[in-house]
Each structure stands twice: as structure tokens, then as C-alpha cells.
């Protein structure tokens, strides 16, 4: 028997940290079995003592540290594109197809292996997916034709499909209820390591060649240390959480009005990761062309603009528990159109300045985006992780092909312009619930 709204509003918020085991389905009625199911309490105590504080926040940095690598490999990729470009005399949109090939690689697995690891889950896949990445970066090292550079994007794409799942519930899992600050701390780890790439690739990558790339495997089999570790951490978890009760977890909505969200949510997420397609895949040669500027200092206006992102990302997590994730959204999505549309007609130092001011503000939107999709559908932290970090990728991929094709057709500046009015899509924030409401209910 469904319990009243009150006790189904209290249910759902004692029970909302999700299971590492995933959702186990109860024997409801018929007209409620779609509406919930039951999940293993796994959550941690919320820092009831100091050393279960330091354990949560140990595993928070491990994690953060560890996205923090696998971006900086990932990261790589766009960094050489213009030393790639010359050396392999290659066009536009090879160079798009090879971000295609690792982000779509990524997009494609994640959703699966985030509905298997819910139901299933693999803690030593972490390390396992890291292996993969190093796999990649050595293959990028030592290629010597453009099908090889393929193969290797195809593999750091394949290591990233398997560390965001399990790491992002891994990240929840330790958040002790703080849930925006777990999912930005984890992912501003992520935006430091893209942010740092470019700058690593300017001093190690161009001195000294393709070559150099393979410098970064070191950073992988730190990654791969450190991983195991958490891995360990992740065991004992689903050890213990194994012997607690289940309880019947209520999704907050009905179905029809959390599909409608989730699809505002996806268009959201494709206006923010084209947009940042552009700028992460042709910023370099844009500045290049327009203002004449070296390709080393191309490398240092991209990381002004990836380290402000990550900035934001980080921003973005404490500011949504405190004040909505709707909020962020709007404020993310929507606030950052003034300034994508003046960036096609600044100047070199204007550049600089709204390249900030863009990357700040539309990075905060992701953590917040993610954290509202897991309150809609609690009990599916993989599934929901893996969807919107692999529909991230993917969408970023086949934007960066499209934006490839269509800046040999009509040139890097075009696109730019183009690329500007995608915010306007953050308007469909407005159709999105009110999580706060509905939580107090």
C-alpha cells in the first residue's frame, strides 16, 4: 500500500542517499510498480565523528584527484590538434573526427555501464578504466599515421566511459548529504585536469614532440594507485551496506512529469557542451587566425579559459545546496548569453576577459544538472551518471565533427558566431519543477 503524500515526502528524503548495490525492485500494486523501488540504505553517517568525517572527505579528494588526472590525459587530445594538424597535414574535420572518436567512444558505454554497475556494482573498475587511458596515451605517443591517432582517442575514450560512472556514485556515496559540493568537488577536479592539459602540452608536448605525450603515463599509473585505494574503500562500503535494511524509495514526480524534466535537462546539457565544443576544439586556431597570436600563446588563452570553468564548476555545487539546482541552472544556462554574443566582435583583450567571464558562469551548470537528474530518479546514481556524462560527451563529439565541416565550408569565425546564440536555449529551465517544493511537500 503506497504510503500518505507526508510519509512518502519523509520516506524519500530519510532514504536519499542511493545504493551502491542499485535499486532492487518491490512487489508493489500495479499502478504504483512504476513509481518506486526499493533501494539498500547505503548512506554514510553524516560526519556523526571526526574520523568518519576525514574517511568522507578522504575519498571525496581521492576521486577529485583522480578525475583530475584522467581530464588532464583526456585533455591532451584538443591540445595537439594544431601540431596534428601540421604534421599529419590534416583538415578540419579529421581533427573534428578525432574528438568524435573519443567522446563519442565515451558517450556510447557510460549509460551502459552505469544501469549494469546500479544493479552490480564494480569498484575495481576504476583502476581498470585508468589502465585503458594508459593504453591510449602510449598509442597517441608512438603513432605514426592518422588511423592510429583514431585507435588511441578510441581508448582514452573507453577509460573515461568507465571511471565516470563508478566514480560519480562513489562521490555520492561519501558526500554525507552534501550532494552539489560531492558532485562539484568531484568535478572540478576534472575541469583543473582540462584547464592544466593545455598548459602541460605548451611546455612538454610542443618542445618535444608527439613524443611527449608519453611524459603523461606517468599520471595514469598515479591514477591507477590511487584508484585501487579507493576501490578498496568502495568494497568495504558495499560490505557493509549489504547487511542494512532495504527501504521503498518514491520517486519525487510522476513518471511523465520526470521525463519532461529530463529531456529539458538533456537540452540543456547539449546548448552547454556544444557551446564549450567550440571553444575547447577551435579556440586555439580562432585566436590564431583572428588576432595572429603563436600557437604556445593560443595554449595559455585556452587555459585561461578551462581554468575558469573550472572555477565555476566548483562554484557551482555549494551555491546550488544552498540556494536550488534550478537556480545555478537558470543563472548558468541563460546568464551566460550577453556575453557569447559580444565574443565574436572583441578584441584580443576583450577576448581574454569574456573568455573568463563564459567559462565561469557556464561551468557551474553541469554539477547542478546532474544532482537535479539524480533527485528525479533516486536509486539510479550510475545510470543517471552515465547517461549525462556520456550524452556530454557525445553531444561535445559530434559538435566538434559538425563545427569541423562547417569551418572549412565557412571559416573558424562563422562558427563563433553561430556558437553564440545557443544559450537562448536555457529559457526551457522555466519547465523544470521545483525540487525544493516538492521535497517539503
Not at 548512506?43 to 568525517?53: E, F, H, I, M, V
Not at 573507453?158 to 548529504?177: D, M, N, Q, T, W
Not at 575558469?308 to 551555491?319: D, Q, V
Not at 536550488?324 to 581574454?352: C, E, H, Q
Request: with cysteine; proline share 5%.
Amino acid at each position: 500500500m503506497r504510503p500518505e503524500p507526508d510519509d512518502w515526502t519523509a520516506q524519500y528524503r530519510s532514504v536519499h542517499h542511493e545504493s551502491s548495490a542499485g535499486p532492487v525492485y518491490s512487489s508493489l500494486s500495479p499502478e504504483n510498480a512504476d513509481r518506486s523501488h526499493t533501494v539498500t540504505d547505503t548512506a554514510l553517517p553524516a560526519r556523526s565523528s571526526s574520523a568518519a568525517q576525514g574517511t568522507v572527505f578522504a575519498i571525496l579528494l581521492a576521486v577529485s584527484f583522480s578525475h583530475f588526472l584522467n581530464d588532464v590525459m583526456q585533455s591532451l587530445i584538443s591540445s595537439l590538434y594544431p601540431m596534428l594538424k601540421n604534421d599529419y597535414k590534416l583538415d578540419f574535420w579529421q581533427i573534428g573526427l578525432l574528438t568524435t572518436t573519443f567522446q563519442v567512444t565515451a558517450s556510447l558505454l557510460q549509460p551502459v555501464i552505469g544501469m549494469y554497475t546500479d544493479k552490480k556494482p564494480l569498484p575495481f573498475s576504476l583502476p581498470f578504466g585508468m589502465c585503458l587511458t594508459l593504453i591510449g596515451l602510449l598509442a597517441l605517443a608512438f603513432a605514426h599515421s592518422y588511423e592510429m591517432l583514431l585507435v588511441g582517442s578510441a581508448f582514452v575514450g573507453l577509460g573515461s566511459a568507465i571511471f565516470h560512472p563508478e566514480s560519480s556514485r562513489v562521490a555520492r556515496l561519501a558526500s554525507g548529504g552534501r550532494f552539489g559540493l560531492a558532485q562539484s568537488l568531484f568535478q572540478v577536479g576534472g575541469n583543473f585536469g582540462s584547464a592544466l592539459g593545455p598548459l602541460l602540452a605548451a611546455f612538454i608536448v610542443v618542445p618535444l614532440g608527439q613524443g611527449g605525450i608519453a611524459w603523461f603515463s606517468i599520471a595514469a599509473m598515479v591514477g591507477i594507485v590511487v584508484l585501487i585505494r579507493v576501490s578498496f574503500w568502495y568494497s568495504r562500503h558495499i560490505a557493509s551496506s549489504a547487511k542494512r535494511a532495504a527501504h521503498t524509495l518514491f520517486p519525487p514526480l510522476p513518471r511523465r512529469k520526470v521525463q519532461s524534466a529530463l529531456i529539458v535537462l538533456a537540452i540543456l546539457v547539449l546548448s552547454k557542451q556544444a557551446y564549450t565544443a567550440s571553444l575547447s576544439s577551435f579556440y586555439t586556431f580562432y585566436v590564431i587566425e583572428k588576432f595572429g597570436v603563436s600557437v604556445q600563446e593560443s595554449q595559455y588563452l585556452l587555459f585561461l579559459f578551462l581554468g575558469a570553468a573550472a572555477l565555476g564548476t566548483f562554484l557551482g555545487g555549494p551555491i546550488g545546496d544552498r540556494f536550488g539546482a534550478k537556480t545555478v541552472i537558470w543563472f548558468s544556462i541563460l546568464g551566460v548569453l550577453p556575453f557569447t554574443l559580444a565574443l565574436p566582435y572583441a578584441d584580443l583583450f576583450w577576448t581574454k576577459v569574456l573568455t573568463v567571464v563564459i567559462g565561469l558562469i557556464l561551468a557551474s551548470a553541469f554539477s547542478a544538472i546532474v544532482v537535479f537528474a539524480q533527485e528525479l530518479v533516486p536509486g539510479r546514481v550510475g545510470m543517471i551518471a552515465g547517461i549525462f556524462f556520456g550524452f556530454a560527451f557525445g553531444i561535445g563529439g559530434i559538435a566538434a565533427a559538425v563545427l569541423g565541416v562547417l569551418a572549412d565550408a565557412r571559416g573558424i569565425e562563422f562558427v563563433f558566431v553561430i556558437c553564440s546564440y545557443l544559450p537562448m536555449l536555457g529559457l526551457l529551465t522555466i519547465f523544470l519543477p521545483n525540487m525544493k517544493a516538492v521535497r517539503v511537500a
